[in-house]
DNA sequence: TCCATTATATGACCTCATCATATAGAAGAG
DNA sequence: CTCTTCTATATGATGAGGTCATATAATGGA
């Protein structure tokens, strides 16, 4: 059977976009594209980032909270970029999102006890 | 500071309702105010629901793409009950959502030690 | 009679992410 | 000198999934 369709494949972690931006900014600031090349990096996006767009759209509206702040560097070479870098809301924010995700890890770990024992 | 509204204070895990009903579902078949106090049992939900229509729409949906089957159930007193049962097909992608779950695991894993070493 | 409990359902809306597409600077191939 | 590719950011359209508010209805108890 096929499955592609179906959440049941999914490939990405849903919404945990946002920490583990915040979580790579918080050891220094980085454009956007930058960024997605080190997030791809991660096995939980499986070698493909969610693509450009939700991330481009989740940095300008983390900084739009008042999460991130940026600037633009047009020293480089080649198009300008846009450096972001957390603000002290951003890291209480990050802090927030341990304890939260500490919590998500204990629900799927029900979760799995529970399909486990499924037939 | 207050993060009520951020995603990072998320009380439900996003996107495993599905996997949650069909694992319970697995167990013999229910109809939906049942499950909404089965599922409210477990610590992912922390004591409420998404909420009734997540719960019935998500029911509906199954049912049209055939991971679910209903009947109407009359015999008890007060209002009808429509009580779900789990397809083969069902089965089949409650079993694809044990693998993709495990994924969602070790993602989690990554990221929290990625926001570990964060400071 | 009125209210609470049991039970299902839908319209309006929101968030988040994806797909497709647009824009633009720079470097290298031919 | 033109074409393509890589770097870099952005937006419109759309969809999945979930919430809020509300509607409906059967039953039993105060």
Redesign the interface.
């Known amino acids: ?1 096929d ?1 592609d369709e ?5 490939k990405s ?4 976009l ?3 931006i ?3 900014l ?2 220094g600031g980085a454009h956007g594209y930058e960024l997605a090349q080190r997030l791809r990096e ?3 996006f499986a070698g493909d980032l969610p693509d450009h767009a939700g991330l481009y759209r989740a940095l300008n509206h983390m900084e739009q ?1 008042g999460y991130l702040v940026s600037r633009w560097d047009t020293e480089h070479a080649g198009p300008a970029r846009k450096i972001f870098k957390l603000t002290s ?1 951003g890291r ?3 802090a ?3 304890e ?3 919590g ?9 006890r ?6």
Chains 1, 2 share one sequence.
């Not at 998500?104 to 799995?112: I, S, W």
Request: net charge positive.
């Open positions: 059977m499955f179906c959440a049941c494949s999914g972690l849903a919404r945990l946002r920490p583990a915040m979580g790579t918080a050891k991660m096995k939980m909270e809301a209480a924010c990050l927030q999102w341990r939260t995700l500490r998500y890890r204990q629900g799927l770990d029900e979760l799995l529970l399909l486990g024992r499924a037939r």
